[in-house]
Structure formats: C-alpha cells, structure tokens
C-alpha cells in the first residue's frame, strides 16, 4: 500500500499566502484523481479542490475558487495547493486524497488518504 503525505502548512496572518504539497510513496497515484480536503476545528471534513489524473481538469470548491490553486507534477508524484489572500476561516487541517475515479466532492469517494497538515490563519 501507498502513503500521500502533506507538508508545507503552518501559522500565517490573513492576507499571506502558503503553499502546501502532497507526496505520493510506496505506490503510484499516476491517472488517480487528487483531491484537497479539509477539516476546521468543531467541523466536518470539507471539499477543497480536485484535479484528474492528467493535471487539465480541475475544481474548486466556491469559498476558495479565485484564491486557491491546485496542481500536480504527475512524473513526480507529487501534488500541490496554492494557498493566496488567506482568511482566518481558511484555518483548518488539510488532507489530501487520492480515487481511481475524478469528479467527486464526497470524501467518502476516496480511498487514500494523508494524515493531514495544519493551517492557522491569524486575523
């Protein structure tokens, strides 16, 4: 079995941007669809954004379409969220997850998953 892994996350102050990375080991995720979650303190585990297999699809979520980015490097496994003009309500750990399958919002549609990285936005 395979592990994705984040990094990058982090205490910044509203308006600063972070960027954050998944890593794929021990399995490849190439043609999987990836996806960002997140779970707020109190709150259940929210959709992010996604991308396909390829990296020419992707989707957001409508509280952070326009400020957040997200992408891949497919030849290195790897996956990324660019995170811009954060907001305090942006605080939360983020996930990310990996289907055989694009085009879903419900985490329940995927079936790997890292342990997360934490956000804090300060205001």
């Known amino acids: 079995q395979g592990q994705l892994i984040e990094s990058g996350g982090g205490l910044v102050q509203a308006g600063d941007s972070l960027r954050l990375s998944c890593a794929a080991s021990g399995r490849t995720f190439i043609g999987y669809a990836m996806a960002w979650f997140r779970q707020a303190p109190g709150k259940e585990r929210e959709f992010v954004a996604r991308?396909?297999?390829?990296?020419?699809?992707?989707y957001y979520a409508d509280s952070v379409k326009g400020r957040f980015a997200i992408s891949r490097d497919v030849s290195a496994n790897m996956m990324y969220l660019q995170m811009n003009s954060l907001k305090s309500e942006d605080t939360a750990v983020y996930y990310c997850?990996?289907?055989?399958?694009?085009?879903?919002?419900?985490?329940?549609?995927?079936?790997?998953w890292g342990q997360g990285t934490e956000v804090t936005v300060s205001s």
């Open positions: 997850a990996a289907s055989a399958i694009y085009g879903f919002n419900e985490a329940h549609k995927y079936d790997a």
């Open positions: 991308i396909s297999g390829s990296g020419d699809r992707d």
